[in-house]
């Protein structure tokens, strides 16, 4: 059973944000993934909002990156640490989520797992839903899952517990569309959210604030969402990171999750002023409405 303790990961790495004079980086907690094998993950926040997962075997001290926009931070925290970089894995073609790629391989020559379905430089594994990949070094293995909507191939990886969502499923949000339909997001967040409820969601950016500002207007009575909006504005405050967040609270105030709900779409019909006989309908006039805030 996986654990999450973030105070104890959190308090070694407002060392080394002091060390570095960079208070920005955030921990988000420590997972265990099995009995004797611990797996820090970390956030490493990089470009404007965007977060670098760093994945740590703290036996070893083989470490994985997911998404990395930029390599300098994730050079620093190699060094800072004295890590091994021994795999990147790539959600999708977005600039923000490989622009680091490069610069990383410089540094060290590891394989670059990606969409099979997407374009991407030194990307060394093209992967599709179905496939399930073992980095043997960090001591992980995660299915892939096909989630697109956001872009035509994104990818998603999840294991141990964990699921690394990219730019499909925000906290309290959903990536914008830029390649595809309604549909084929709804479908998406449908496989995502299938997932078991206490699974840990590791999002793309830091968007959790607005999403949930957002949120409360097609999910007016929601009160979990009251109290979880209460609760991000208060550690946006004091710069934490929002993330990861259960799927279980997302299923409960993620308004993208809940098209079928009668009070979103009550909501949603009065903000856009039309009838919205089914749940896409729902759906895809909250990412309008999403769109246009
Ligand atoms: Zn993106
Ligand atoms: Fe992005």
Redesign the pocket.
Same mark, same amino acid.
């Given at each position: 059973m996986l654990r999450c303790n973030t105070r104890c990961v959190a308090r070694s790495l407002e060392d080394v944000g002091r060390r570095r004079r960079t208070p920005t980086v955030r921990v988000p907690g420590i997972v265990q993934v099995a009995y004797s094998r611990m797996i820090n993950v970390l956030a490493i926040p990089a470009l404007v909002d965007n977060y670098i997962w760093m994945l740590i075997r703290e036996q070893s001290r083989d470490c994985v990156v997911v998404d990395p926009g930029e390599a300098e931070p994730v050079l620093a925290m190699l060094a800072e640490q004295g890590l091994q970089l021994t795999a990147i894995l790539l959600t +999708?073609h +977005?600039g923000?989520?490989v622009g680091g790629v490069e610069a990383l391989l410089q540094h060290r020559s590891v394989p670059v797992y990606g969409p099979a379905r997407e374009r991407i430089a030194h990307c060394s594994h093209g992967l599709n839903g179905g496939d399930r990949i073992d980095l043997e070094a960090a001591g992980l293995q995660f299915d892939v899952l096909d989630v697109p909507g +956001?872009?035509a191939g994104h990818i998603a990886y999840s294991g141990h517990g964990l699921l690394f969502a %990219?730019?499909c499923l925000f906290a309290g949000g959903c %990536?914008r569309l830029?390649e595809g339909t309604p549909s084929q997001m709804l479908e998406s967040l449908d496989t995502l959210a299938a997932l078991p409820p206490d699974t840990l969601v590791y999002c %793309?950016h830091e968007y959790t604030e607005a999403n949930l500002r957002f949120a409360s207007g097609v999910d007016p009575h929601n009160r979990a969402l009251k109290d979880r909006l209460r609760q991000v504005i208060q550690q946006r405050g004091q710069e934490q990171c929002t993330l990861p967040s259960r799927l279980a609270t997302e299923l409960a105030t993620n308004p993208f999750l809940r098209a079928d709900n009668p009070g979103v779409r009550q909501a949603t019909e009065a903000l856009s002023g039309q009838p919205l006989p089914s749940r896409l309908d729902v759906f895809t006039a909250i990412r309008r409405l999403k769109d246009a805030a």
């Open positions: +999708h +977005h923000d989520h +956001h872009t %990219g730019d %990536g830029f %793309g």
